[in-house]
């Protein structure tokens, strides 16, 4: 009887736990995702420095951006770049509707949006 009360103690111990969890593994991948973003925009500005223009291939940054949770890419457009992270839909990272799309322009603008498209929705 004991050990039934036990089991029942740690399994709602565990229901309650879990989802709490879950969401800070969503938040760190968040995270992740905005200093790599960080580190790929400062190395833009490197590059921009010694060549006079933006790189678009991400195969040039350096250490290797890990593509796990997110996909990268980098837009040039006519006034700068912007830079972008994708949720992959079958990484860890898919549950996160909130955050699906990260973006930082050349300028320091940060956004971000919801799976359906909704702005600014998570930081």
Known sequence: MELLLVLALV????TMAAPTW???QLTAGRQQAWLQLQRIGLQQQMWLIQHGRYFEDVSLV??????L???YKIHL??????LSATVNPSGPQSHDVLCWRLTLS????MQSLGK???MEVCK
Do not use: I, K, N, W
């Open 69 to 71: 949770r997110y996909s």
């Open 11 to 14: 399994s709602v111990l565990l």
């Open 106 to 109: 050349d300028t320091g603008e």
């Open 116 to 118: 359906g498209g909704e």
């Open 62 to 67: 350096r250490p290797v951006v890990d593509g």
């Open 22 to 24: 879950r969401q800070h």
């Open 77 to 82: 457009l006519e006034a700068g770049l912007l």
